[in-house]
């Protein structure tokens, strides 16, 4: 029904060049038999080899494992629970903080929020370590659950709701037996997502850590500050991987949450 | 919907938890930041005083708040190294929002104008980038923008120049790298108008005579305002703050805000000035933050 134009096309092509060469060149990168990452030593998996032998290396990519994992959870409950207050609840009091809150770490600047969120632990005189980690990573992590959950809970009828609690049952009966399970999609995706971002984290982490918590983009990052280095391209290559499997599962599981939940016209 | 309002203990739980934690997580730190940079930089753990010790009553209060000073705001005035970065941040932030704005469009508009399937699979495409770390992305950037790496070999053989030219270390090499890193941010607010955008419109305006550039200009480009304006705000905001781009692709003669703060704190160890000068970078966002938040509140009523 609709044809493309060239122009569009070109715009297209371009585009998703621009958004994968780089990835691509750093994949074949990690394969290159030589040190110098300017000459092409034949094909290789000696860097990944080297890799399993660096003990910090795998002790902090643990650690960001255990990191995402917690934070993932954190967030996702929090920020289900806040996407619920703001899509069902109303007006309520202090609603206009309440989402100014949620939105406001969105595009906050990280070094702002990370610096800020070191503070407030001095100030308790916490220890620095996982937990504070896993604190700052929730908190940046809830507002895009939010965001995801909200706009699923925005998108189905309520209707459907009402209908429940009109044939008798209790609210939270209802949100179990009808809400979840329309919304559980989304949450899987949130989670899958918020999961991600936390691997990801460098600045909040640098800001919040302390002893014995180092986390795999701190890690990397003090590497690759002083230039590229092999060993890193590979790091890097297995990060892109595992990223890219989850991100895309998770969009599938947001793709079968969309045809099997939305009510067709007859709800 | 009236009987959700019967469930009084569960709403308190489901709005509260959330507050609860932004309130601890997210406003309070904001004002011990706000209170540390009035403090004064100390060599003692933590690094700054007056602590506010509460077990003295109100002395301890009246202490506190006596010394509590300007001087870091003061500080910020007198050395030119602070305003220049932040005029750099904001130069290089509009810039590359306008360089991104100019880049987004066409690929949103192109993708908005294909079928239902591939919208979806070149959405997929535009957001995975951005899940993949930061970090990630920028020291790929490294690989190619070395002086011996594959983008000058491509250019040296295509004879466009004839000396490799150095791109790290320089301010181009920031652009190419927040272009890069935030064009997912421009190009999903866009499409998401764009898609909506009903193209019996178009078709009336080009019935009627009207010519392509200017079908765009008078219908296609303010239908889809909202999403410029989103873009552009979702993108201009955390880049004044940028600090892993600057960091690893730009030179070390004058830094973006967001490594002077970084700089100010792990470096120099000096909490007030960091804390100031977070102050002062939340004070310039905070209108485009304000527009972003109304945009953003809207957006899920509108549906």
Not at chain 1, 151 to 169: C, N, T
Not at chain 2, 81 to 110: D, N, Q
Request: overall charge neutral; some cysteine.
């Amino acid at each position: 029904m609709r044809k493309v134009s060239t122009f569009n096309l070109l715009a297209i092509v371009l585009g998703v060049a621009f958004l994968y060469l780089p990835i691509a060149v750093l994949v074949i990168y990690s394969f290159n038999a030589s040190r110098l990452v300017s000459v092409w030593g034949g094909w290789s998996t000696r860097w990944y080899a080297e890799l399993i032998n660096d003990a910090p290396l795998v002790e902090s990519a643990l650690v960001s494992l255990r990191l995402a994992f917690v934070a993932a959870s954190a967030a996702t409950i929090l920020g289900t629970l806040a996407a619920l207050a703001l899509v069902r609840f109303g007006r309520f009091r202090g609603r206009l903080l309440f989402a100014a809150m949620i939105y406001a770490p969105l595009v906050m600047p990280e070094v702002i929020t990370g610096l800020s969120l070191l503070l407030l632990f001095v100030a308790v005189a916490v220890d620095r370590g996982f937990w504070t980690v896993a604190a700052a990573h929730t908190t940046m992590a809830m507002c895009f659950v939010t965001v995801i959950v909200q706009s699923r809970l925005v998108d189905f009828d309520v209707s459907l709701e009402e209908a429940a609690m009109d044939l008798g049952a209790s609210p939270l009966r209802t949100f179990l037996s009808v809400t979840l399970p329309l919304i559980l999609p989304a949450i899987a995706a949130a989670w899958m997502l918020a999961f991600a971002l936390s691997l990801d984290d460098l600045v909040l982490a640098s800001f919040t850590t302390g002893p014995g918590a180092t986390t795999l983009p701190i890690r990397i990052y003090s590497e690759v500050r002083l230039g590229v280095k092999p060993e890193m391209n590979a790091v890097c290559t297995i990060m892109v991987g595992v990223v890219g499997v989850a991100v895309v599962a998770a969009s599938l599981f947001g793709k079968l949450g969309a045809t099997r939940g939305t009510p067709g016209p007859l709800g | 919907m009236r009987r959700w309002r019967e469930l009084f203990s569960w709403r308190g739980l489901v709005v509260r938890l959330p507050y609860a934690w932004l309130l601890a997580f997210f406003l309070v730190p904001f004002l011990i930041v706000l209170k540390i940079s009035l403090a004064q930089t100390a060599i003692a753990q933590p690094p700054y005083t007056p602590v506010l010790d509460l077990a003295a009553g109100w002395r301890g209060l009246a202490a506190f708040f006596s010394g509590l000073s300007l001087d870091n705001y003061l500080l910020l005035g007198s050395d030119p190294l602070y305003f220049l970065s932040y005029v750099k941040s904001v130069e290089i932030a509009a810039f590359a929002t306008l360089m991104l704005l100019l880049i987004g469009y066409p690929i949103a508009y192109a993708i908005a104008r294909t079928s239902r399937r591939w919208q979806a699979v070149l959405v997929l495409l535009t957001v995975l980038p951005f899940w993949t770390s930061l970090l990630i992305r920028i020291y790929a950037w490294m690989n190619i923008l070395q002086r011996d790496g594959p983008l000058n070999d491509v250019l040296v053989a295509l004879a466009i120049v004839r000396e490799p030219p150095v791109w790290l270390a320089t301010d181009t090499a920031i652009y190419i790298g927040i272009v890069y890193s935030y064009l997912p941010f421009m190009v999903l607010p866009l499409h998401a108008t764009l898609e909506k955008l009903d193209e019996t419109l178009l078709e009336a305006a080009a019935d009627l005579g009207c010519p392509r550039w200017k079908i765009f200009w008078l219908v296609t480009l303010p239908l889809s305002s909202s999403g410029v304006v989103a873009g552009v705000l979702l993108c201009f905001i955390p880049i004044v703050g940028e600090f892993v781009i600057p960091d690893l692709l730009g030179g070390s003669r004058l830094p973006m805000i967001g490594q002077t703060i970084w700089m100010e704190f792990f470096g120099n160890k000096d909490w007030p000035a960091a804390s100031a000068v977070a102050v002062v970078l939340v004070c310039l966002l905070v209108t485009p933050i304000v527009l972003y938040q109304n945009q953003a509140m809207r957006a899920p009523e509108r549906e």
